[in-house]
């Protein structure tokens, strides 16, 4: 456990039909970069995505207010 709280999806890529996990993955920006690292030595090739919260209710987050 790394201290990130994650959600796996089982995912169908569009064009080439294979499946993969699809991870969302909740972290401040100050354990960004570690997350970055945990991944590519999981998965070199990984695609990753960043997107801003604005909100959150519940979850990993919900004590963290």
């Known amino acids: 456990d790394a201290g990130f709280g994650a959600t796996v999806l089982v995912a169908t890529g569009a064009s ?6 699809m991870l ?23 695609f990753i995505t960043i997107s801003d919260i604005k ?3 519940n979850g990993y987050f919900r004590n963290r207010v």
Not at 16 to 21: P, V
Not at 26 to 36: A, S, Y
């Open 16 to 21: 080439k039909q294979e499946e993969r996990f």
């Open 24 to 46: 969302l993955i909740e972290t401040d920006n100050k354990q960004l970069k570690k997350l970055k690292s945990i991944v590519s030595e999981k998965d070199s090739k990984a």
């Open 55 to 57: 909100a959150t209710q």
